[in-house]
């Protein structure tokens, strides 16, 4: 890095070394429990995450949530998809637009054979109203998605499968005679809808409504008697839809929708083994081993922590073991959302949905790493995934005077992951700007002190090789 008489370029594979002013790099702080603020992107002003056990043996990845204000609060924080390093400093923020939207189910997906980021986007009050995105690593749209027939898209799931065509969850409002089941004779009922549709036509493709397979009858609530909020497609290619409403997992035949079997609720068509059974579970997802995960919010009544639990299930003999649960220390009872992970190395992601925390843990049950939220914040659910950013837009930067030659500089590029130095311009104009030194990335915004007294200064990100990314348009320093 920077010495106090020069700077050595050993660090990016240089064997030179030259004088320079002296440079020094921090992260724009923060202070716990209050928004993130940056110079260089004002309009950025994301909640805070604090680190509470530092990453150790995780898996590769960045963290990905896309942040809301919990039921009721207020905080002085934008909502929005947020991708997160292990430092719990941002790395991509994309608040959502207006104060009246909130963004779900944020994560990395791969659609025509390239990852691409993926999320829905909308107005929410129990259920969601909305439509869904897909971003490349440019972080430019290359679709959006929208429910067929009518419906509007719901938050609780979007799943691309293989062959790009899009599953996702409907509810809606259905007038029923509900005095069979001690309600109105006059009622109003939320049917689950299941919708597949292909991504580039928008035609719809398969389509399965609760109503019409479910009885009433197997949950205790009438009017959101179902809350589907996980579709999953099994190894047969048929689909898993979880009912948080009546703590139950379908399997459902893709072509006939018929029922195949039922995982947990009031008609477990499986034996339950001990410490198997869930209540108004999240997430469900068949792993390629066999296994089935989830996460267990559980109910108030049962007086027991939400969990993510590993489920064997023997479909010859009908038996469902739990095979592990992954708990927290401070023992949450996230009554909604929540999310686990399966990660490539064995590890497991947990986002604990409206307990404020994300957690990694090892095979054997270890905490690996744990970071939260301020109380008032959560994410619906939270992943970890490889990724490499590369913006089309420029990096952002303001110049500070201080005192003498000194000016303060404040560096970002907003999803750039490729990012390890700047390399520090200045010049008698726009057009003569030379290198004066380097300065490692330090977080979403790097604060550079720097003596010069030139008039004009900009940055040039480089990589761990030292190539060139990307520049700042050069800027006049105040006087």
């Known amino acids: 890095m920077m010495g106090v008489g020069g700077a050595c370029l050993a660090l990016l594979g240089l064997r030179s070394c030259f004088q320079a002013p002296r440079i020094r790099a921090t992260a724009s702080p923060v202070q716990p429990g209050k928004a993130w603020t940056f110079r260089s992107r004002p309009d950025l002003r994301p909640p805070s995450v604090e680190v509470t056990k530092r990453a150790r043996n995780t898996a590769p990845g960045y963290l990905f949530a896309a942040s809301k204000n919990g039921p009721g609060e207020e905080y002085p924080a934008q909502d929005g998809p947020m991708i997160l390093d292990n430092d719990g400093q941002p790395v991509w923020l994309c608040p959502v637009r207006g104060e009246e939207k909130d963004a779900m189910d944020f994560k990395v997906q791969r659609y025509r054979g390239e990852p691409v980021l993926t999320w829905w986007e909308g107005v929410h009050t129990g259920y969601g109203q909305g439509e869904y995105q897909i971003l490349d690593n440019s972080y430019r749209e290359v679709a959006r998605v929208r429910a067929g027939n009518g419906y509007d898209g719901d938050h609780h799931e979007f799943l691309i499968t293989p062959e790009d065509t899009a599953l996702f969850t409907i509810y809606h409002k259905v007038p029923m005679d509900l005095s069979s089941v001690g309600g109105p004779k006059e009622g109003t009922v939320l049917d689950g809808i299941v919708q597949e549709v292909d991504i580039e036509t928008g035609e719809v493709l398969f389509e399965w409504h609760s109503l019409e397979h479910v009885g009433i009858e197997e949950s205790e609530l009438r009017y959101d008697y179902f809350h589907v909020n996980a579709i999953d497609v099994d190894h047969d290619s048929n689909l898993l839809i979880s009912s948080r409403n ?12 018929k029922i195949l079997w039922r995982l947990g609720g009031k008609s477990s068509d499986f034996e339950m083994g001990e410490g198997a059974r869930f209540a108004y579970q999240h997430d469900v997802r068949r792993c390629p081993n066999g296994t089935v995960t989830m996460f267990d919010n559980r109910d108030k009544g049962m007086n027991e922590q939400s969990r993510g639990i590993m489920l064997k299930l023997d479909e010859d003999a009908m038996t469902a073991v739990l095979l592990r649960e992954y708990t927290h220390p401070e023992k949450p009872f996230a009554i909604f959302q929540g999310s686990v992970q399966t990660l490539p190395d064995g590890n497991v992601f947990v986002g ?15 905490l690996l790493f744990d970071a939260r939220f301020p109380p008032e914040v959560e994410s619906y659910r939270a ?4 990724w490499s950013g590369k913006p089309d837009a420029d990096p952002a930067l303001v110049a500070e005077p201080g005192p003498d030659d000194e000016v303060t500089l404040y560096a970002s590029w907003n999803g750039a992951t490729e990012v390890a130095t700047w390399e520090v311009l200045a010049g008698p104009a726009p057009e003569e700007l030379k290198s004066v030194g380097f300065a490692p990335r330090k977080g979403f915004e790097t604060v550079i002190r720097v003596s010069t007294g030139e008039p004009y200064l900009g940055v040039r990100a480089k990589d761990h090789l030292g190539q060139a990314l990307g520049s700042t348009t050069a800027i006049k320093r105040e006087t």
Do not use: C, Q
């Open 352 to 366: 604990w949905g409206s307990a404020p925390y994300l957690s990694e843990f090892g095979r054997d049950g270890e």
């Open 383 to 386: 992943f970890r995934f490889p």
């Open 246 to 257: 009546t703590s139950a997992i379908y399997k459902v035949d893709r072509r006939t929708g």
